[in-house]
């Protein structure tokens, strides 16, 4: 027999998750992170966001993203649409990636191959959304080197990811090892 009580508990406290994801996302993107002039962010905001897609799948992530995307700007620099395209696809790429990488996970070595795996799903999706992607679109409003944009940009996303991987990776063990 099919309990649905506890099914309703169980989407009711992945919804909870999800709004608190986005809470944070928010928080660690808008008020925590270090701007650097109008095409430059350091910082862990996207971490929520990469957690949501990689635990609970790609919409949920794609959820998280675009919420905390457009709540986020509203609240501060005003909201674009077209700036919210690489937030959207930061937020399904990891779990889409994670997918992909499970397909092929090797059981020996299995706590190497997660730490890989997760660091890749988060490097790859950052790389192409923030360091790629966002800099197309943010030399096009704020015209300046297209090529000083990908670099740096890339860059940046490429270090952010892998050290959003690492804490993610790191997050998702020590939950695992307390249940």
Request: with cysteine; aromatic share 8%.
């Amino acid at each position: 027999m099919h309990d649905t009580k506890n099914d309703k508990n169980n989407y009711t406290l992945m919804l909870v998750f999800l709004a608190m994801m986005m809470a944070l996302t928010i928080i660690l993107t808008r008020f925590v992170s270090i701007p650097i002039g109008n095409t430059f962010r350091i910082g862990l905001g996207r971490l929520p966001v990469f957690a949501s897609s990689m635990w609970f799948g790609p919409i949920s992530g794609l959820i998280v993203a675009t919420g905390a995307d457009i709540i986020g700007a509203v609240l501060t620099t005003g909201w674009n649409p077209v700036l919210t395209i690489p937030a959207a696809l930061a937020g399904l790429l990891p779990g889409l990636l994670a997918k992909i990488f499970r397909l092929r996970k090797r059981e020996h070595n299995r706590s190497a191959w997660i730490c890989i795996r997760t660091i890749l799903c988060v490097a790859i999706s950052h790389v192409a959304t923030s360091g790629i992607l966002m800099s197309f679109f943010l030399n096009y409003f704020y015209p300046s080197s297209l090529l000083l944009l990908l670099g740096m940009r890339t860059l940046i996303a490429l270090g952010e990811g892998v050290v959003q991987g690492i804490l993610l990776y790191l997050i998702e063990t020590r939950v695992h090892h307390e249940d």
